[in-house]
């Protein structure tokens, strides 16, 4: 019984990881990616999908921050219910 709880953790936590990791590297690297360059009113390192399809931006940039908050909680509730 302890066998299964101990592997659905392990994968779970691995999960989460991997989750994060994805989504803290799609927020440096946008789907679109960044100006290279500061031009017309525009910074460089802006992701390009903002200025060109804003709702889509807006979509992916919810969603990303979800998953990762998600992911950081599901891994925080897993280590802390794993001490006891």
């Known amino acids: 019984d302890w066998d299964w709880e101990y592997r ?8 989460a990881t991997l989750v994060v990791t ?5 927020g440096f690297n946008p789907p ?13 390192g802006d992701p390009i999908i903002r200025a060109t399809h804003y709702h ?12 990762f908050a ?3 909680v599901v891994i925080v509730l897993i280590l802390v219910l794993a001490i006891q």
């Open 70 to 72: 998600a992911s950081l």
């Open 32 to 44: 679109g990616g960044v100006w290279q360059d500061t031009r017309d009113g525009r910074l460089a």
């Open 56 to 67: 889509w931006f807006l979509a992916f940039y919810y969603c990303n921050a979800t998953a």
């Open 22 to 26: 994805v989504t803290y590297a799609a």
């Open 8 to 15: 659905l953790r392990k994968y779970l936590l691995l999960l």
